[in-house]
């Protein structure tokens, strides 16, 4: 069994940063590519990010959607078992919980969430 927990939200005024962190138990996440989802209010769970398991660099590498490309940046450390997501230039539309997710052959692990809200 996989736990995720995501930390690291909060509000923020357009324009601002966050630094996005999610722990997970187990030696899975070391073999284990990562990603981040997002979910606005009244909307479906999208794709944010995706960080391959970076094999013997411990670095992978990275895909991310459209609309945060330039702006958001995932990493991760396999020594820690801690993916990241490092938000800069943040704006109100970016607004939703936050998961990140654990892709498998069968069901795949979600955390419980973490709120990031952008607002003046």
């Known amino acids: 069994q996989v736990q995720l927990v995501e930390s690291g939200g909060g509000l923020v005024q357009p324009g601002g940063s966050l630094r996005l962190s999610c722990v997970a138990s187990g030696s899975i996440f070391r073999i284990s590519a990562m990603r981040w989802f997002r979910q606005a209010a009244g909307k479906q769970r999208e794709f944010v990010a995706r960080i391959s398991n970076g094999g013997s660099t411990n670095g992978g590498s990275t895909n991310y959607a459209d609309s945060v490309k330039g702006r958001f940046t995932i990493s991760r450390d396999n020594a820690t078992n801690t993916l990241y997501l490092q938000m800069n230039r943040l704006k109100p539309e970016d607004t939703a919980v936050y998961y990140c997710?654990?892709?498998?052959?069968?069901?795949?692990?979600w955390g419980q969430g973490t709120q990031v809200t952008v607002s003046s």
């Open positions: 997710n654990l892709p498998t052959l069968g069901s795949d692990y």
